[in-house]
C-alpha cells in the first residue's frame, strides 16, 4: 500500500513510446487531463553543460524555431522559465500552450538535463 500511494503522490511513471533518431519519446497521464505530459531524452558526447545551455536558449523567438510565431516569458528565474507560445504548423490552425522549462544540475557538474513541460 506504502508503494502504490508514493506512486500515486509522484505521479504516473513515464512508458516509452518510441525513439526517433537516438531521441527517446516517452509519454505519462496527467491527473484531471485527457492529455500526456511527453519527455525526450537523448544522451550526447561532450560537455553536458553546453548541451543543456543550448536547450535552455535566450527565451527569445530564433530563426531555427520557425513554427513558433509569438513566445511571451510569464517568470523567469535562473532554471525555470514559463512561457506561453503559438505555433502555426502547416496544414492546422494556430496553437497556444504553455512551457515549463527547468534546468536540472548535479552536484560537482558533469550532468545536466533540461526539461519542458
Known amino acids: 500500500m506504502t508503494t ?9 511513471e513515464f512508458t516509452p513510446v518510441e525513439t526517433i533518431d537516438g531521441v527517446e519519446v516517452s509519454q505519462r497521464a496527467v491527473a484531471g487531463s485527457a492529455y ?17 545551455t543550448r536547450v535552455w536558449g535566450t527565451g527569445a523567438l530564433e530563426k531555427a524555431e520557425p513554427h513558433v510565431v509569438f513566445r511571451k ?3 523567469q528565474t ?3 522559465r514559463l512561457t506561453l ?5 502547416p496544414l492546422i490552425s494556430r496553437r497556444d500552450f504553455v512551457l ?11 550532468a545536466a538535463s533540461t526539461s519542458i513541460r
Do not use: K, W, Y
Open 100 to 110: 515549463l522549462r527547468e534546468r536540472h544540475r548535479l552536484p560537482g557538474g558533469g
Open 4 to 12: 502504490s500511494l508514493l506512486l500515486m503522490l509522484l505521479g504516473a
Open 36 to 52: 500526456v505530459e511527453l519527455r525526450f531524452r537523448m544522451e550526447a558526447p561532450g560537455d553536458a553543460e553546453a548541451a543543456c
Open 73 to 75: 516569458v510569464l517568470e
Open 85 to 89: 507560445e503559438q505555433i502555426a504548423p
Open 78 to 80: 535562473a532554471d525555470t
